[in-house]
């Protein structure tokens, strides 16, 4: 019995850690920089990926985020369903310049949108935008450039 217990939690594991065919260990990562403070970001740049986010995760890192990435500048929104963590979202148009900055509660449905058409968007820690100083204007360098 306690052989086929471990199976069937390395099963659950390995399901977990691959919703959709997507883990975040197969996630490229993007080297982000917001003044003088350093972030490492998982990108999702397809409509998986993103659709994927930073849904069922637990725990995120302190300086870690996800940074999406559109193909088209436009209206993108964001809810948090399946979303365990209180996140930020710094919604950020093609020259890196972040537009505006909202707070996002873990597990609703209430749409974030930005106020201006983005091509990026950054989710972080809720509230580690505001405990950095970092505001609508400043800008985030390391973005893809494509």
Known sequence: MPHLARLLISALFIYTSHVGGISAQSMPRAELQVGLHKITAEVAS???ERQLGLMNRNFLPSDEGMLFIFESTATHCFWMRNTKIPLSIAFIDQS???VNIEEMQAMTETNHCPSKPIRFALEMNQAWFSKK???PGHTVSGLPKR
Do not use: F, H, S, W
């Open 46 to 48: 397809n409509q998986a």
């Open 96 to 98: 890196g310049e972040i």
């Open 133 to 135: 100083d970092i505001l």
